[in-house]
Every structure is written in structure tokens, then in C-alpha cells.
């Protein structure tokens, strides 16, 4: 059976113009707070929550701080991924004790990856409040965790995959839903 063709969700410019309704959204609820910070999650979130620092700079005039995290050590699954998983550091520039997070990821589907990152960061601190910015909510939850921040929120199968592409990881931009051939 020939897989499906990737249906496309977003092309670069949707992207873009989803990044802008977010950062006006984060601006609208945090801008101003001097204790606002961004996290990405390592990989795809890394890039998204850079892309929002400076949209949100544009609009606030202030450039929140950024965090990185790599929730590999915190995964649940450590031991289905590989057998020497390779782990990139996290970088914390700020005390996250008091902070107000925005954490950013591309895709929300089951809420491990979510939880994972939020265990990370108590293990660092108390935050004020954690909020959670995604470009596509797929659904399918297994723990109960929501995005405060959505870009795009659909319903999906268990055999679809939801692909953010960005220009510096994958060598193109755009959004896309394929469908994985049954096991």
C-alpha cells in the first residue's frame, strides 16, 4: 500500500502569522512582568521560543529572558529511545524561584514531553505559574495537560504524525500531517 501524501496544515507564511497571534497573546498576558521568562524544549521548541523572543521584543520592547531544556533524563521512555541516548545541555540563564514561564514546544499530542519539562524545571525551582505555548494541538492526551497558547488545534489517529518543519533544523518551513502505515 503506497503511504499518503503529507497533508499540508501551515505553509511558512501560516507559520509566521501563527507566531505573531501567539507572541501577541504572550505579550498581551506577560509583556510587561519583569519576572516573564521563555523556555523551548529541545529541539523544534528551542527555535519557536527564540522566533517568539523576538516577536515579543518588537511589541513590548523588552526581550524576555530564554531558557533551554532537555527533558531527555526526565523522559519516561529513556529506555525505548536508545541505548546511550544523547543528551544536550539545558541552559538556564535565571533563577526560575518566582518566575512566570511560557514553556515552548511545537506539537502537544500525549503531555508526556510536557510533563517531563515540568518536572525538569521544579527540579530547578518554584515557579510563579508555568503557561504552555504549542503550534499544533493534536489531541489524543494520555495525561491532562493543555496548551494555553495554540496555534493550531485538530484532531488526529494514533497513526498520524504532526511534522513542524523550521528552516534552521530542517531545511524548510511549513506544518504537515502524515499518516504512518499500520504495524
Do not use: C
Not at 101 to 111: A, E, S
Not at 127 to 153: C, F, M, N, S, T
Request: positive net charge; hydrophobic residues 40%; aromatic residues 4%.
Amino acid at each position: 500500500m503506497k503511504p499518503k501524501t503529507p497533508e499540508l496544515l501551515m505553509s511558512a507564511k501560516e507559520l509566521d502569522k501563527t507566531l505573531d497571534t501567539i507572541a501577541q497573546k504572550i505579550a498581551h498576558d506577560m509583556g510587561g512582568d519583569p519576572d516573564f521568562v521563555l523556555i523551548g524544549i529541545r529541539t523544534r521548541g528551542v527555535t519557536l521560543a527564540m522566533r517568539l523572543q523576538q516577536k515579543i521584543k518588537k511589541i513590548t520592547r523588552k526581550i524576555p529572558p530564554l531558557g533551554i531544556l532537555d527533558i531527555t533524563l526526565y523522559r519516561d521512555d529513556l529506555s525505548t529511545l536508545a541505548k546511550h541516548p544523547i543528551v544536550k545541555p539545558t541552559t538556564l540563564p535565571f533563577d526560575v524561584d518566582d518566575k512566570k514561564i511560557v514553556l515552548v514546544d511545537d506539537v502537544l499530542y500525549t503531555g508526556r514531553t510536557i510533563r517531563a519539562a515540568i518536572d525538569q524545571i521544579v527540579d530547578y525551582g518554584r515557579p510563579a505559574l508555568v503557561r504552555l505555548a504549542v503550534i499544533v494541538d493534536r489531541g489524543l492526551r494520555e495525561y491532562p495537560i493543555q496548551a494555553d497558547y495554540v496555534g493550531l488545534k485538530i484532531d488526529t489517529r494514533a497513526n498520524n504524525l504532526v511534522q513542524v518543519r523550521l528552516n534552521e533544523i530542517d531545511g524548510d518551513e511549513k506544518v504537515v500531517l502524515m499518516e504512518l502505515p499500520h504495524n
